[in-house]
């Protein structure tokens, strides 16, 4: 599957992650001879990914995934960097094989550091599952997951996926069509078998993330990633509850035009000329996390997925981090108007 970026990616990673290795040794560290074997480490799995990057431009091949060997070097020189006390920002360890953006990397240096326990997801609003954040480690790292979506054709789709995946026909996840609600989550999870602890959830129903969270108590997930409503940086809301919600896509001017207008020429330009009404903020989401036992984590480079880990997993390596230090960048006159936009809505403070 086509990772959305450019041929010399795969190459260009491997170069940032060592530079930020480099950044964590002083010439003086009484651990230099472990830290040196460790940079060793990293120095090939940068230059297997110039191969790769080298391999494509030659052939001319559509660029390739971050493939499970590589994944497992990276695994491998987490762990010692991490038990020689250096951390990296979460910016620097994406990348996107299925997920919609650098969230499999993120997940895969977590779980690194972490370990697993029986390597369970479940992902709700998962889309045809071809691009989720549970599908790399279903392809790469054999792991079982619920996915559920309430359109009948993205879960067939999505079976159709992972029925023909070369790595998944004789374990395929359950895939499940049906439109979750806080008053039936918890009746679903149990009748598909998922109860207890998981090590993931992914929430993204783009409406009423924040009260399917509130309500969930069937699963104990050791972490969690929501996505989030970026304009509402400052406040603690979420859009009320109703199980009939849908997301509502609002003109930033007057003179906006419509999704349709061919001058909208690109994902980019539409975000610029629109805000959404839907979910919860992240300071809103921080709250409830709170009262669950989770702390947040981090977010992805974007700033629309948000990560939270159980308070009993990982703290030496995952501290808790603040909202503010989460946001996402946004041009100030654009977020203002996205702001007075979304005052007109109604919102429900936490």
């Not at 260009?12 to 480490?41: C, D, T, V």
């Not at 996915?147 to 359950?174: C, M, S, W, Y």
């Not at 149990?190 to 207890?196: A, I, K, L, M």
């Not at 390596?317 to 007109?344: D, G, N």
């Given at each position: ?73 990276l695994s491998n020189s ?153 304009t509402q940086v400052g ?97 100030p006159e654009r977020l ?15």
């Amino acid at each position: 599957m086509d990772s959305g970026t450019g041929t010399g990616w795969l190459g260009r990673w491997g170069r940032r992650l060592k530079a930020a290795f480099r950044l964590g040794i002083s010439p003086n560290h009484s651990n230099h001879r472990l830290l040196s074997r460790a940079h060793i480490k990293l120095d090939k799995i940068a230059r297997r990914m110039d191969g790769i990057a080298r391999h494509l431009e030659i052939s001319g091949a559509p660029v390739t995934q971050v493939d499970k060997g590589t994944q497992i070097l990276l695994s491998n020189s987490y762990r010692e960097l991490s038990r020689n006390g250096i951390s990296l920002p979460f910016h620097e360890v994406e990348f996107r094989n299925y997920s919609q953006a650098g969230e499999d990397g993120i997940l895969h240096y977590l779980f690194s550091l972490v370990g697993t326990t029986d390597r369970r997801s479940v992902e709700i609003c998962a889309g045809t599952g071809i691009q989720c954040n549970s599908a790399n480690l279903i392809i790469h790292h054999g792991w079982h997951s619920l996915l559920v979506d309430g359109n009948e054709a993205n879960v067939r789709t999505g079976r159709n996926f992972f029925l023909k995946h070369p790595d998944t026909q004789l374990r395929i996840p359950k895939f499940v069509q049906r439109w979750v609600d806080r008053e039936s989550v918890n009746s679903m999870l149990s009748e598909q078998g998922f109860t207890g602890e998981i090590d993931l959830l992914c929430l993204d129903l783009d409406g009423v993330d924040y009260w399917i969270w509130e309500a969930l108590t069937a699963v104990s997930p050791r972490v969690v990633v929501v996505e989030v409503n970026t304009t509402q940086v400052g406040a603690a809301v979420t859009v009320p509850y109703d199980p009939e919600f849908s997301a509502t896509w609002i003109p930033l001017t007057d003179s906006a035009p419509d999704e349709a207008d061919p001058e909208l020429t690109g994902p980019s330009s539409f975000f610029e000329r629109y805000t959404v009404y839907h979910g919860a903020s992240l300071p809103a989401f921080v709250k409830l996390a709170r009262t669950k036992g989770y702390r947040l984590i981090g977010a992805n480079s974007i700033g629309f997925n948000a990560f939270f880990m159980r308070d009993d997993v990982g703290a030496d390596e995952f501290p808790e981090v603040s909202a503010q230090s989460c946001a996402m960048r946004q041009e100030p006159e654009r977020l203002a108007q996205a702001v007075a936009k979304l005052s007109q809505y109604p919102w429900q403070e936490i």
